[in-house]
């Protein structure tokens, strides 16, 4: 049994009186220890898969297909189950910390708050605890920083609490949506680090979610590429680079201007990217795509396994990479 | 996140919206049409002269003609009511009004100049804040005088300081607004971004606030004149007539001072509600 | 170098006890381009915009084509005049733009402070759009209806409006998707090669101001801790900070640093 697994997960949301399918036939399996990455631009509905894991689909919304956490389904979980599950075996960290965490509560009341509440933990075995997870994140001076406010904290270590109020209930799996989007790259590069080690060494699940290719491949097994709320593409992170074989992979990778070398012009995905409201006969992508042909715009392509790659793109074993 | 970039769009198409009024909102639309109908019509309307006192029927009961009866001096009711909406309207219009404009270019100052500016207007306006309006209207009358006018004035000063306090801080929203910004940059004077861009971009804000405001201004301009500070007698006035109707009120006559109260209260609570359905409407709070 | 375009010399700018910006000097060539590096708190956005006179500086000297610009426009005609020298594009989209106006109508505004003449400007509107690949089918549109990237062109295409020498780009492109960024980016280039623009790069973005930036300055805290040409900065870094910033960059074989703070 895989700890997360997500059957033809499709979400359909209210938009102005009518009901319209954002995320289309979504499927992938989670090992223990495992962590996948989703990648994609706005619109994909990377987010949006990351939430209905958690059971925090919109409210407007139907979600169709099985999400199940250790092979128990999230959409059956009942109210208390479900506080349960949020509390205790899934993690979750956001972009903006600060809008995370109540302004007027101190530091250590936000963090013993769900075990003491939802787990009947005392609040000196939580306060104990606090301190040493705060430790754990490399936050110095621990109970001093129990007693300050979410202000007097910068981001980057706002997000460090963040991570460690996480880490209080031993979860098996961490959700993290873009959670170093809003950070400087320093402070990015030093918390992620921190994700990282936290996860190895205590044997985490991982789902993170983010824009940025580059950083999805450093800290993930394996690679999701999501395109207007499909998979386009799932692979073995080590692989993005070399062996990728969707067109929308390789022209992501490819837009990113370069660290070590400067290009006249930088390799541009023509248009906007696509949502998945945009209802097309055949592969979303075409429209952007260099390699679309006839059947790209006729047909919708599937999921197909190719070396070791998923790929969802009809002409994915005929685009040679290392000559165009 | 693509939802919410679609759904999020400020003033989208915020006339087509308009018809959410609801049932309430346009009842309430329609009550205010009638009120203004008689306020601009009433004296034209009226079978009888407001004014006319004849004390025979002094505290007479609706007889044919005359539908709700005459007051303590034997005036018709219905003709003193319909004449009276004029200036139980007109008063909280001019409150209105000038309480808006002060407050407004108050709030933009403060907004606009930010730094020392902002900090002492905002000083003065928490200070005025907690001076009570009715005090000031009392002083101001003993000093001037009882009048419609220095009840105005004296409840424009009350107002100013809150309405002021909310723009203030939309004001200041929009002020940080990367396009205000860029249009500086652009060449663009202060009074052409103020007036061109600003004002226009807080207008559905500062009208709610307004439509919500003249509810109040109906009430206490009434409360005013019923403490004899506001209309004086022998004019028509809604508020006034609450007053005269106090003493008839205790030797069982209530139907002076019930039926202007009615007017009094259903004019505040429409403008109330279409004050609120129309802050809904264009998405401010 | 020929004679700046931009020279800043010791610029300043203090909040309370705050030093925002501590002694700053850079020079910008005309067509030129030079690069403001730093993280938040770096005081990088507070040059920007003490350049276009959004604020005051505290001390130092801005001179733009010899005139003296170190404070910011005493009256209307002097903004105008200044308007034709400097503009800013800022970085989130969504507020760039006043939600009432359309496109064309912003578009045509920002030229009337330049054109007299009603139908040149509605030309000249309509050429903008073509410059920065907008459909004349958006000039009817109010932002509402663009895409982030959409009304990031719209933003340009405005600041291009007075026909200025030199174009701040406050991190214009960090708000965008990868894809349109680099759409974004080689706009830029091309706006560069057809009218000779120059540009100062705000960015936290090491790889874009790589892309983009003949020279560049590194900020931290309010100082300049490095400068140079972007190649020889980049490819050999002297100041340690430069060289963290670089080595906080993912790509590949990069792991996150563990480095505490």
Redesign the interface.
């Known amino acids: 049994m895989s700890l997360v697994e997500i059957e033809s997960f499709t979400l359909d949301v209210q938009v102005v009186e009518a009901s319209a399918r954002v995320i289309h036939e979504v499927s992938f399996k989670l090992e223990a220890g495992q962590s996948i990455g989703i990648v994609g631009e706005s619109g994909s509905g990377k987010s949006l898969t990351l939430r209905a894991i958690a059971g925090l689909s919109p409210e407007n919304s139907v979600v169709g297909g099985k999400i199940s956490f250790q092979g128990e389904e999230v959409s059956a979980m009942d109210r208390e189950r479900l506080m349960q599950y949020r509390s205790s075996q899934v993690a979750m960290i956001f972009q903006d910390p600060r809008s995370a965490i109540n302004p007027v509560r101190k530091v250590g009341d936000f963090l013993t708050e769900n075990v003491v509440t939802n787990l009947g933990w005392s609040k000196s075995d939580a306060k104990t605890k606090a301190i040493e997870v705060l430790t754990e994140v490399g936050i110095s001076n621990p109970e001093k920083q129990l007693k300050a406010f979410p202000s007097e904290l910068s981001g980057g270590m706002l997000q460090r609490v963040m991570i460690a109020s996480n880490l209080l209930c031993q979860p098996d799996l961490l959700l993290a949506d873009e959670p170093t989007t809003a950070l400087d790259v320093t402070t990015q590069s030093s918390v992620m680090a921190l994700i990282d080690q936290l996860r190895l060494s205590r044997g985490m699940a991982m789902i993170f979610v983010s824009h940025n290719l580059e950083l999805a491949t450093a800290v993930c097994d394996k690679i999701l590429v999501m395109y207007a709320g499909r998979i386009v593409e799932l692979l073995p992170a080590e692989n993005l680079r070399e062996k990728s074989r969707h067109p929308y992979t390789r022209a992501l990778l490819d837009a990113r201007p370069r660290l070590d070398g400067r290009q006249n012009r930088l390799n541009a995905i023509p248009g906007q990217p696509a949502s998945g409201l945009e209802w097309t006969q055949g592969c979303t992508f075409a429209a952007r795509c260099a390699f679309a042909q006839d059947i790209c715009r006729s047909e919708v392509p599937v999921l197909r396994k190719i070396q070791e790659s998923d790929v969802a793109c009809h002409r994915a074993d005929e685009i040679d990479w290392d000559v165009s | 996140m693509s939802i919410g970039q679609i759904a999020i769009g400020r003033n989208r198409g915020y006339r087509k919206r308009l018809s959410k009024l609801g049932l309430l909102g346009w009842l309430a639309v329609f009550v205010l049409f009638i009120f203004g109908v008689i306020a601009i019509f009433g004296s034209a309307l009226a079978p009888h002269d407001p004014n006319k006192i004849d004390l025979a029927y002094s505290y007479v009961g609706p007889i044919p003609g005359h539908p709700l009866g005459f007051d303590e001096l034997g005036r018709d009711l219905f003709s003193r009511l319909l004449v009276g909406a004029r200036t139980s309207l007109i008063g909280p219009i001019v409150l209105v009004i000038s309480t808006t404009l002060i407050g407004t270019s108050i709030a933009i100052l403060a907004a606009w100049r930010r730094g020392w500016t902002d900090a002492g207007l905002s000083a003065g306006v928490d200070i005025a804040v907690a001076f009570p309006g009715l005090l000031l209207a009392i002083l101001l009358s003993t000093v001037f005088g009882a009048s419609l006018w220095v009840a105005i004035a004296a409840l424009t000063l009350a107002y100013t300081p809150s309405l002021a306090r909310l723009l203030r801080s939309s004001a200041l929203r929009e002020t940080g607004m990367d396009y205000v910004k860029a249009l500086k940059v652009l060449g663009f004077s202060d009074s052409q971004i103020i007036f061109k861009h600003l004002l226009p971009n807080l207008a559905p804000f500062i009208i709610a606030q307004a439509i919500i405001m003249f509810g109040y201004a109906t009430l206490d301009l009434g409360g005013l004149s019923f403490l004899g500070i506001g209309v004086q007698p022998p004019t028509a006035d809604w508020g006034t007539m609450v007053a005269a109707g106090a003493s008839g009120l205790l030797q069982g006559y209530p139907t002076q001072t019930l039926a202007a109260g009615s007017c009094l209260v259903l004019t505040a609570l429409s403008f109330a509600v279409i004050g609120d359905r129309l802050a809904r409407i264009w998405g401010v709070e | 170098m020929s004679t700046p375009l931009i020279k800043v010399s010791n610029l300043s700018k203090q909040y309370g006890d705050l030093l925002a910006v501590a002694d700053v000097s850079f020079e910008l060539p005309p067509s030129g381009s030079i690069g403001i590096v730093g993280?938040?708190g770096s005081g990088k956005t507070t040059v920007a915009k003490i350049l276009?006179?959004?604020e005051r500086a505290t001390s130092g000297k801005i001179e733009v084509e010899g005139q003296d610009w170190s404070l910011p426009a005493k009256n209307?005609k002097e903004?105008?005049?200044?308007?034709k020298y400097?503009?800013?594009v800022?970085?989130?989209p969504y507020?760039?733009?006043?939600?009432?106006?359309s496109i064309g109508t912003a578009l045509r505004?920002?030229l009337s402070?330049?054109m007299k003449d009603s139908d040149e400007v509605i030309v000249r509107a309509s050429e903008l759009a073509d410059l920065v690949g907008l459909p004349q089918r958006i000039l009817e549109l109010?932002p509402?209806?663009l895409?982030?990237?959409?009304r990031q062109r719209v933003?340009i295409a405005?600041?291009l409006?007075?026909n200025p020498k030199a174009l701040i780009l406050d991190e214009s492109v960090a708000a965008l998707?990868?894809?349109?960024?680099?759409?974004i980016?080689?706009l830029l280039?091309d706006i560069r090669e057809q009218t000779g623009i120059a540009y100062i790069l705000v960015s936290?973005d090491?790889?874009?101001v790589?892309?983009?930036a003949d020279s560049l300055i590194v900020m931290k805290n309010g100082n300049v801790v490095e400068r140079g040409q972007?190649?020889a900065v980049?490819d050999q870094p002297n100041h340690e900070y430069t060289k963290?910033?670089?080595?906080?960059?993912?790509?590949?074989g990069?792991?996150?640093?563990?480095?505490?703070?």
């Open positions: 993280e938040s276009v006179g959004l209307s903004r105008r005049e200044r308007a400097l503009q800013i800022f970085q989130d507020s760039s733009l006043d939600p009432r106006q505004e920002a402070i330049s109010r509402a209806k895409s982030g990237g959409q933003a405005r600041a409006a007075s998707d990868v894809s349109i960024q680099a759409q980016l080689n280039v936290h090491l790889a874009v790589r892309h983009f972007t190649e980049m963290l910033l670089l080595a906080s960059v993912p790509g590949p990069w792991v996150p640093g563990k480095r505490s703070i």
